[in-house]
């Protein structure tokens, strides 16, 4: 199932801008992530690094004054410096189910590609997480790019005994 462009239409009305974060973002990102009740939550500290480090592959959706109601955090993998890691997607629970998260996808994903090029994207996904399951998906259908999936880390690498395994969510490549 893809989003349609209706979706991205209502989308793009529930804000104003997609842009890089900033460190004064950090403490609303970290509060978006908190409030997800899906997410590993990370300490506020590292929301700040995130914003300060790694804006240039991570970006927020901005609601009308100007505060963040949506993010992506990722990275440049050190090893393939073309393969974008998507860490974290959330959407302030006001406004999920537009299409906000694949319009930051797409957004970012763009905007990295241009700016250092991008020949695939990665992320993981726990097994009962069926919005990022269906949000990564139809990014891969949208953009008409091979979807592989694997498992990355096992549950029983995790301290935690509930942990349940990540599985590798591998898009592209991307021809440019």
């Given at each position: 199932?893809?989003?349609?462009?209706?979706?991205?239409?209502?989308?793009?009305?529930?804000?104003?801008?997609?842009?890089?974060?900033?460190?004064?973002?950090?403490a609303?990102?970290?509060?978006?992530?908190?409030?997800?009740?899906?997410?590993?939550?990370?300490?506020?500290?590292?929301?700040?690094?995130?914003?300060?480090?790694?804006?240039?592959?991570?970006?927020?959706?901005?609601?009308?004054?100007?505060?963040?109601?949506?993010?992506?955090?990722?990275?440049?993998?050190?090893?393939?410096?073309?393969?974008?890691?998507?860490?974290?997607?959330?959407?302030?629970?006001?406004?999920?189910?537009?299409?906000?998260?694949?319009?930051?996808?797409?957004?970012?994903?763009?905007?990295?590609?241009?700016?250092?090029?991008?020949?695939?994207?990665?992320?993981?996904?726990?097994?009962?997480?069926?919005?990022?399951?269906?949000?990564?998906?139809?990014?891969?259908?949208?953009?008409?790019?091979?979807?592989?999936?694997?498992?990355?880390?096992?549950?029983?690498?995790?301290?935690?005994?509930?942990?349940?395994?990540?599985?590798?969510?591998r898009?592209?490549?991307?021809?440019?």
């Open positions: 199932m893809t989003a349609a462009p209706a979706d991205f239409a209502r989308a793009r009305s529930e804000f104003l801008s997609i842009d890089a974060p900033r460190v004064e973002d950090g609303a990102i970290w509060r978006i992530a908190r409030d997800s009740k899906v997410l590993d939550l990370n300490s506020s500290y590292s929301y700040l690094l995130w914003c300060r480090d790694f804006a240039a592959t991570s970006a927020v959706a901005r609601g009308e004054n100007g505060e963040p109601i949506a993010f992506v955090t990722g990275y440049l993998r050190p090893d393939r410096p073309q393969t974008l890691v998507v860490w974290q997607v959330a959407v302030d629970q006001a406004h999920r189910g537009k299409g906000l998260a694949a319009a930051l996808l797409d957004a970012l994903t763009s905007r990295v590609a241009a700016d250092q090029g991008l020949s695939s994207v990665e992320t993981t996904i726990t097994p009962d997480n069926t919005a990022s399951e269906r949000l990564f998906t139809s990014y891969a259908q949208r953009h008409d790019v091979g979807l592989e999936r694997e498992v990355l880390f096992d549950g029983d690498l995790f301290p935690e005994e509930t942990h349940l395994p990540e599985v590798l969510y898009i592209g490549p991307f021809t440019t």
